[in-house]
């Protein structure tokens, strides 16, 4: 599915991250929260564009870890490598270049 993000003068759109094997999703939307929020509360952020995407991209790969497994097994194993990983793979499914050919 993903996530939305609208605002006054934009919007944004995350994919959700493709996964091999998705276990249970109780809990991905509290841990999206917690990501998106805790971007902000730590880098102590405005609410910038920049600032609001980047906390939906952390919120989307904290929900993409809680659903690979039940309850908090798979985010009591997490590392921060592992989550810069996974926001590196955010960046890397939405990015392309920009060259148009009609």
């Not at 917690?34 to 929900?63: Q, R, W, Y």
Request: charged share 25%; hydrophobic share 45%.
């Amino acid at each position: 599915y993903g996530a939305l993000l609208f605002a006054d003068s934009f919007f944004f759109s995350a994919p959700g991250f493709p996964l091999e094997d998705l276990k249970d999703p109780t809990g991905a939307g509290d841990s999206f929260a917690g990501g998106f929020i805790g971007f902000l509360a730590k880098k102590d952020a405005p609410l910038t564009e920049a600032n609001l995407k980047h906390a939906v991209v952390c919120g989307s790969a904290m929900a993409s870890f809680q659903v690979e497994d039940f309850g908090l097994e798979r985010m009591r194993k997490l590392t921060k490598k592992e989550i810069q990983e996974r926001f590196q793979a955010f960046k890397k499914l939405s990015h392309f270049e920009e060259t148009l050919i009609l």
